[in-house]
Nanobody
Framework: VQLQASGGGLVQAGGSLKLSCATHLAAFRYIAISWYRQAPKKQRELVANISASGSANYADSVKGRFTISRDNTKKTVYLQLNSLKPEDTAIYYC?????WGQGTKVTVSS
């Protein structure tokens, strides 16, 4: 499984970004997908996940600000980041079947 994450960047507090994670996995539509993040000097943490049926769960720290979604036709999962805070600064990773993408860096300036 290969995962290609993109969409990170530098944004001011209060801004938005949309992350994408694409794969060629044939069984994509049947598999749950997760986004994690790892801030400097901190452990990697689960941000959100989405089931095959589209049911989503979020970490308390991002509820109401982040939205996970999936496009089974494009075999891509998205993470919309709104109302960003400096504490959201991290490398964001997608995970499918315990395989990690290379990560995309999000930096939020105050």
């Amino acid at each position: 499984v290969q995962l290609q994450a993109s969409g990170g960047g530098l944004v001011q507090a209060g801004g938005s970004l949309k992350l994408s994670c694409a794969t060629h996995l044939a069984a994509f539509r049947y598999i749950a997908i997760s986004w994690y993040r790892q801030a400097p000097k901190k452990q990697r943490e689960l941000v959100a996940n989405i089931s095959a049926s589209g049911s989503a769960n979020y970490a308390d720290s991002v509820k109401g600000r982040f939205t996970i979604s999936r496009d089974n036709t494009k075999k891509t999962v998205y993470l919309q980041l709104n109302s960003l805070k400096p504490e959201d600064t991290a490398i964001y990773y997608c995970n499918i079947q315990n395989v990690w993408g290379q990560g995309t860096k999000v930096t939020v300036s105050s």
